[in-house]
T-cell receptor, first 113, second 114 residues
Framework: AQKITQTQPGMFVQEKEAVTLDCTYD???????LFWYKQPSSGEMIFLIY??????QNATEGRYSLNFQKARKSANLVISASQLGDSAMYFC??????????FGSGTKLNVKP | DAMVIQNPRYQVTQFGKPVTLSCSQT?????MYWYQQKSSQAPKLLFH???????NEADTPDNFQSRRPNTSFCFLDIRSPGLGDAAMYLC?????????????FGQGTRLTVV
């Protein structure tokens, strides 16, 4: 069974600073995908970034980067130059070969001006 | 724009009265998912379809059923809603079963049970 763990229920960051949101996962699958989603207070889930289990380089998408450490089974999200609009819930998710997406419990990020 | 649309955005139902939530997609994706998300919790996978193949999660209560009459539409039926079923219900799609294809979400239906 897959399990996604996000140990930070809430985080604060000063505007313009970088922040790291932690995610660890547990799977016996060899092939899997790791995703981060942002959920603002309005409720929609917004895809941010993807990392494949076989990817050797860390994924980057604009201000988002994923610090992937396969041996440690961690896939931390780094947001650089935080903006007030980054305040939201952030979910780490894993997709397996059986089409299933499993989500962690989320981290609520608050960006302070 | 191609998207995932959930109707209604807000649904109030009576305890024990059957309710149906709907989801449509214009993405022509093969996979459709239903998630239940309670306040400040992770979205919980209820079931998913790959085309017409239905896949139920082992811990999804029998009270929850789903139908996918065609590629574009998927329905979540709650046969006898209890107070504990009040939650946000999220529909999502994915192009296929590859691990590198992301899920696209609708805006959700917030269900209140009175």
């Amino acid at each position: 069974a897959q399990k996604i763990t996000q140990t930070q229920p809430g985080m604060f960051v000063q505007e313009k600073e970088a922040v790291t949101l932690d995610c660890t996962y547990d799977t016996s699958d060899q092939s899997y995908g790791l995703f981060w989603y942002k959920q603002p207070s309005s409720g929609e889930m917004i895809f941010l970034i993807y990392q494949g289990s076989y990817d050797e380089q860390n994924a980057t998408e604009g201000r988002y980067s994923l610090n992937f450490q396969k041996a440690r089974k961690s896939a931390n999200l780094v947001i650089s130059a935080s903006q007030l609009g980054d305040s939201a819930m952030y979910f780490c998710a894993m997709k397996n070969n059986f089409n299933k997406f499993y989500f962690g419990s989320g981290t609520k990020l608050n960006v302070k001006p | 724009d191609a998207m995932v649309i959930q109707n209604p955005r807000y649904q109030v139902t009576q305890f024990g009265k059957p309710v149906t939530l709907s989801c449509s997609q214009t993405l022509n994706h093969n996979v459709m998912y239903w998630y239940q998300q309670k306040s400040s919790q992770a979205p919980k996978l209820l079931f998913h379809y790959y085309d017409k193949d239905f896949n139920n999660e082992a811990d999804t209560p029998d009270n929850f059923q789903s139908r996918r009459p065609n590629t574009s539409f998927c329905f979540l039926d709650i046969r006898s809603p209890g107070l504990g079923d009040a939650a946000m219900y999220l529909c999502a799609t994915s192009r296929d079963g590859r691990v590198d294809t992301e899920a696209f979400f609708g805006q959700g239906t917030r269900l209140t049970v009175v």
